[in-house]
């Protein structure tokens, strides 16, 4: 006899051979709407009331039952198969407590501080603080049994939903920890953003992953609060496991691919690409290419004429350098842009006659304002004047407004011109002498080889001293009456000769040369100086 048949034969009071709490065996030997008839070998079938037996029970099965009530007076002795059915839903509650496992009851109802679940005809209590997640009467519950006692000749079992939902998250962390691999996509819920480390998911309720703020993305932007909000569903990428292979940690940044290897592939020396200036240092500018890619640009590459980007512009910029080692790009922003010389010729190409101020003289050459501050002009001494002034001061002055003439560009700068205003002097001089022809010319100037004559047309012509008869000394100021002995309106050179007049024998270009050199000059570098500047 087990310790229940002890408790149920002293709470029941004892007849000889069939007596009240005496647990019987039996065959059903009938079925009607109120009872189950059995064979018990007494002198009358017991019954047991039909509403007591869950089971699927027929005519001919073997059952067994408790007596409950048993006389003389009674047409049948009543049996119970609930005592039965509870001591067996307790032995089996023992038996799950015992090896771990839940079991299904259903919750019948909400009590003081929990819940009654009934689980096979047992009362188990569920309390309120185990519960693990909303729970409804009238619904199944699964439960760990967390204890099986006996109370005041009652069982006293108490179960916990939060134990079963526990071990299942367990059970599911682990599948996910054996499942996932590197490179796997996984979905995650924030549950905790922390600005100094990163970001802390939930995936499937069950396994937590950590989101580095190295992770984040491939840019410099390290702040976690500007990727994600508590909550949120993001998508991150499984880098490795944790050391205690108890979470994982994952990337945002490897959703997409690293920047640097798609511009490799993409993009090659001399292509123009597009992006956003992130910053202007004293160096250069350093522009925004892709999320994570930055590319340099050197301040001698930023403009033609010194304009500097603001932050957060959008420009083009030409490649000019890949360092795959170093991982850097090097960028020009102006070689992207069209010269703005080239922009201004083509809008004002050479023979165009154009406005400018002086902007400054710069010895033998003179910077113009043109009304742009990306192309300046440029105007040689040369270009001044026919008649080759000594200074450019001798014909512009600082801040004067005059009209010019576009040659064409220099460098950067539009080259200008002012004698180009009128006809070349020296075009109507080919027309109008030849050698042989006799002038009479003053003398504008005298230099140690020779002295410098001018002729109507406003050009000058060398007369060489060794042109000169020794008896006739040369003066600024006076005229002499001259032959021409040489005409050269390419080079802008006029030779003329006095001894010529008097049938003295002429000396040659190169005999003149050697005789000026012989004194300490060279004719050819002075007439170049003289004449071409």
Avoid: C
């Avoid at 004892?14 to 064979?39: A, H, L, M, P, T």
């Avoid at 188990?124 to 005041?152: C, D, H, N, W, Y």
């Avoid at 050459?365 to 270009?383: F, T």
């Avoid at 005229?479 to 002995?485: G, M, P, S």
């Amino acid at each position: 006899m087990n310790e229940f048949e002890k408790l149920l034969s002293q709470a029941l009071p004892q007849e000889e051979n069939f007596r009240k709490g005496k647990i019987v065996s039996g065959k059903v030997v009938k079925i009607d709407d109120r009872y189950i008839y059995v064979d018990i070998g007494y002198k009358v079938e017991g019954v047991i009331p039909k509403e007591e037996v869950q089971e699927d029970i027929k005519e001919g099965d073997d059952i067994q039952a408790v007596i409950v009530r048993i006389s003389p007076r009674l047409d049948h002795p009543r049996l119970s198969y609930r005592i039965i059915a509870q001591q067996k839903g307790i032995e089996e509650l023992q038996k799950a407590q015992a090896e771990g496992r839940d079991v299904v009851g259903n919750v019948e109802k909400k009590t003081r501080g929990g819940f009654i679940v009934d689980i096979e005809g047992v009362k188990a209590f569920l309390p309120a603080s185990e519960t693990g997640k909303k729970i409804s009467v009238g619904k199944p519950v699964r439960v760990k049994v967390l204890e099986v006692s006996m109370q005041k000749d009652k069982p006293k079992v108490i179960v916990s939903h939060k134990a079963y939902l526990e071990e299942e998250r367990e059970k599911r962390k682990q599948e996910l920890l054996k499942e996932l691999k590197k490179g796997d996509i996984v979905e995650g819920r924030v549950i905790k953003i922390d600005p100094n480390k990163g970001i802390t998911l939930l995936i499937d309720g069950v396994l937590r992953a950590f989101l580095p703020k190295e992770e984040l993305s491939w840019g410099r932007d390290r702040n976690p609060y500007n990727y994600a909000e508590v909550d949120e569903i993001i998508k991150v990428k499984v880098k490795k496991k944790s050391k205690d292979k108890d979470f994982l940690i994952v990337s945002l940044r490897e959703m997409k691919e690293n920047p640097w290897d798609k511009f490799l592939k993409e993009h090659k020396v001399g292509d123009i690409i597009e992006g956003k200036v992130s910053q202007v240092v004293s160096k250069g500018v350093v522009i925004d290419i892709d999320d994570g890619l930055e590319g340099f640009v050197p301040s001698e590459e930023v403009s033609w004429n010194g304009e500097v980007p603001a932050k957060g512009d959008v420009v083009k910029a030409k490649v000019l350098r890949i360092e795959p080692k170093r991982r850097r790009i090097i960028l020009s922003i102006r070689q992207a842009q069209p010269k703005p010389w080239e922009e201004f010729l083509k809008e004002n190409p050479a023979g165009t006659k154009i406005k400018g101020k002086v902007e400054k003289i710069e010895g033998s050459k003179a910077i113009i304002d043109l009304g742009s501050d990306k192309v300046k002009g440029i105007i040689h001494r040369s270009d001044l004047s026919w008649t080759k002034p000594k200074r450019v001061e001798e014909v512009l002055t600082e801040g004067e407004e005059r009209e010019f003439v576009v040659l064409g560009n220099e460098g950067r700068y539009v080259k200008l011109g002012i004698k180009q205003l009128t006809p070349n002097p020296w075009e109507e001089v080919q027309k109008k002498y030849k050698v042989g022809d006799v002038l009479t010319l003053k003398a504008k100037e005298v230099m140690p080889f020779g002295a410098f004559l001018e002729l109507p047309e406003g050009v000058e012509g060398l007369l060489p001293f060794s042109e000169v008869p020794k008896d006739v000394k040369v003066e600024a100021g006076q005229e002499y009456e001259v032959k021409i002995i040489d005409l050269n309106p390419q080079e802008n050179k006029i030779t003329f000769s006095i001894k010529a007049l008097r049938g003295e024998e002429e000396t040659t270009p190169e005999t003149q040369e050697q005789e000026v050199s012989a004194a300490g000059f060279k004719l050819g570098e002075i007439l170049k100086k003289k004449w071409k500047m």
